[in-house]
């Protein structure tokens, strides 16, 4: 069914997103939204349909008070609900002044400007991909990763041998938060690395690929939650095996410029398992719900300049990034990895996250009791996550942690380092969407602790409002 056909036929509920960029006020033909109260929800309607022009001002003033205070240089936030948006307000620019790199201008943000979304590539590309396998029979959250029908026995070296599919969503599959030396240090030894300007290629596929498998651990798997980039890292390549054994990814199907090194015969490679997962990502994810701006890689023209940059590398690249990803390890995978590097814009994420949130029983991509084992928090004793995503659970994290606020307890959420930030609300039937580049120019812990004030003050105050 296609997304207005779902909205239409279900219940009324409410979806908040954060867009930062222009300014839209919608009307809506119904309302049934849920506000917090702590761990209890009540339900409030407006009885015209119509919200006044001054509804969401609590929300724009937190937006327009971080902008105030150098959070971001912009952002792109909004409501609404099943039928439609209640509430768009770009916000700012692309810079704090001075011309991006790019369009050499300083453009305001609109609804359709794209984001590198950072950490959030690990639940809308990686999460989402294991969650259409799982459904399907082919992705055992119990199976060893060393099995041969994933990357085999190779990847059992250094003690991982009982590390589980499910490890690798919780974060626990006792990993270090990165590999060290990163795969962008020159001590690593990636070709491009060499450069002065590395340039964005997969040279180093083969290479980083086998210090996975030499990878070695910090604790026993299953031990001890530690967030770590090379679970999703390890995913992307289980994500890859599975879509290349069962049929769902061809040859032709594969990124030109991921596998234009290799013979056409060396498909089979088994690094090349980070091309099937691109692959399976654009054509089961964003091309089966009609996302057309959810991809890796955007193209030079025209979606560079409609992205908003990021940091000022000084170390690694040597420039203002912008429409190549920011994360350093994600860049000397070539721009496609399991943890970072999808890029994309408010309204695509709205369309992905509300077939997750209104999910029927019997939908035939990712069910709603797929959906369920993937974002319940899976064991409080050790954090807050669920399989893929992170919970704003009220058990295991504080006020300050909780950073989509008086959303519920139940709430699936994620960030991203550059900024980014999604909250999905299935008690109050809200999904909130914050997209900035908190980084630009210079990432800092500055920003950092200001960007997460930000997030618990936006998520509550869309609470404050819809009260």
Known sequence: MCPKERWAAGAPALIVFVWLGASCLSSVTTAALFVGEGTKWKSWSSSSGVYP?????????????????????????????????????????????????????????????????????????????????????????????????????????????????????????????????NYWD???????????YPKEDFSCQAMIYAALLNQSLQYSPGTKYIYSDLSMITMMHVVGTLARDHGYVEPSDLNVECVHHQPNSSHSLPYL??????????????????????????????????????????????????????????????????????????????????????????????????????????????????????????????????LCGALSSETFTHTGYTGTQVCCDPVGKVITILLTNRCYKTDSIHTKELIALTRRLFNDAVVQVLH
């Open 53 to 181: 022009s001054n509804t969401w001002d609590k929300v724009t003033a937190v937006l327009e008070e971080a902008k105030k205070n150098a959070t971001f240089p912009g952002c792109v936030a909004a409501v609404g609900n099943e039928s439609g948006l209640i509430y768009t307000q770009p916000l700012g620019s692309f810079t704090y002044g001075d011309p991006d790199p790019v369009s050499h201008t300083n453009p305001p943000m609109t609804p359709d400007t794209m984001f590198d979304l950072a950490s959030l590539t690990k639940v809308l590309a990686t999460t989402t991909a294991s969650m259409i396998l799982y459904q399907r029979g082919h992705l055992d959250l119990d199976m060893k990763v060393s099995d041969p029908e994933l990357l085999g026995p190779d990847f059992a070296r250094n003690g991982k041998e009982a590390i589980t599919v499910r490890n690798l969503l919780l974060h626990n599959a006792g990993f270090p938060p990165d590999p060290k030396p």
């Open 186 to 196: 020159v001590a690593f030894g990636c070709p491009q690395t060499a450069q002065y």
């Open 273 to 402: 398992t980070q091309c099937y997962y691109e692959a399976f990502v654009r054509r089961r994810v964003a091309e089966y719900l009609g996302l057309q701006q959810l991809l890796f890689l955007p193209p030079r023209s025209p979606t560079w300049a409609l992205t908003a940059p990021t940091w000022n590398d000084t170390v690694y690249r040597h420039q203002v990034m912008q429409g190549f990803v920011s994360d350093g390890n994600s860049y000397a995978l070539g721009g496609i990895s399991g943890h970072a590097g999808l890029f994309s814009r408010a309204s695509d994420i709205h369309t992905l996250l509300h077939h997750l949130m209104f999910a029927s029983s019997t939908d035939l991509w990712i069910n709603s009791t797929t959906v369920h084992t993937f974002t319940t928090v899976y064991n409080t004793s050790q954090s807050s996550r669920a399989l893929g995503w992170d919970t704003n659970n009220y058990h295991v994290k504080s006020t300050d942690e909780r």
